[in-house]
């Protein structure tokens, strides 16, 4: 293989919780003041409810103008019985993205890294999320936009991982074909994804993080995860790392152009 761009995961990746193994239903009900400040104030069970089925339940398609995030508060709003206007969604979803935004710091590896890569070849930003301004916030605000050839979140092109087809904006934006890259990610979301676009995964995994995005019970689903996270790269089939700077050495062991 002859590497000639490095496409990057954010969250988990390039963006680290300041608590480890943060979960949306853990953080969920400390937001529930910026409900009130908008308008809506939705009693302590409703709200319970609301992070527990947060991202599975299903939106509705028929609210032209907001993200797919916006959507979702919309939904758990109505289902709740109460009304919302469209301004009450669009500050309601700024702040809780605020609050989202508070909770995580860029890692400290990341900008070095971005820099170099971007002066040796091509960079993309992959990455799912329903609310893309706030991507596009913490990148502005992390001074990081101007490393990426192309960002791709999933809000913005209607597909996510572990759908391969999330990259294919990257790679026509890069002029790169999959053989030409490496995906750095957390998650076997992310590794699913790779794989199936014909893409190398690095699959970082840093001390105490697990993988966010597996249901069942937590202990257990980590212990197997990593466990074949684990196997993979024993078989050579992934590289797995515990810091960014290591990404370094995983481009240069299969590319003689980086």
């Known amino acids: 293989m002859n590497i000639r761009g490095v496409f990057f995961d954010f969250f988990g990746t390039l963006v680290i919780p300041a608590r480890l193994n943060l979960k949306w239903s853990e953080w969920y009900p400390s937001v529930r003041p910026l409900y009130k400040k908008n308008g809506i104030d939705i009693p302590r069970d409703n709200f319970l409810e609301i992070c527990e089925t947060f991202w599975c339940s299903k939106y509705p398609d028929n609210a032209p103008g907001f993200t797919l995030f916006e959507k979702r508060l919309l939904s758990q709003i109505e289902y709740c019985g109460f009304s919302a206007t469209t301004n009450q ?15 995580h710091y860029l890692d400290q590896q990341a900008v070095e890294l971005l820099r170099f890569f971007k002066e040796k070849g091509k960079t993309a930003l992959i990455t799912n ?81 697990h993988d966010p995005g597996i249901p069942g019970t937590v202990e257990a689903v980590y212990e197997k995860t990593d466990t074949f996270l684990q196997e993979l790269s024993l078989a050579g089939q992934i590289d797995m790392i515990s810091t960014l700077s290591e990404v370094k050495s995983a481009v240069i062991k299969h590319s003689c152009n980086i």
């Open 89 to 103: 969604i669009k500050s309601l979803a700024s702040d809780v993205s605020e609050a989202w935004f508070d909770e």
């Open 129 to 209: 999320f329903d609310h893309p301004p706030l991507i596009r916030l913490m990148l502005e605000r992390y001074k990081i936009a101007g490393y990426f050839d192309s960002v791709v979140i999933s809000g913005d092109v209607g597909v996510k991982k572990p759908e391969p087809e999330i990259f294919l904006p990257a790679l026509a934006e890069t002029g790169l074909s999959h053989n030409d890259v490496i995906y750095v990610g957390d998650s076997i979301m992310d590794f699913r994804a790779a794989i199936h676009a014909g893409i190398l995964p690095v699959i970082i995994r840093r001390d105490g993080q």
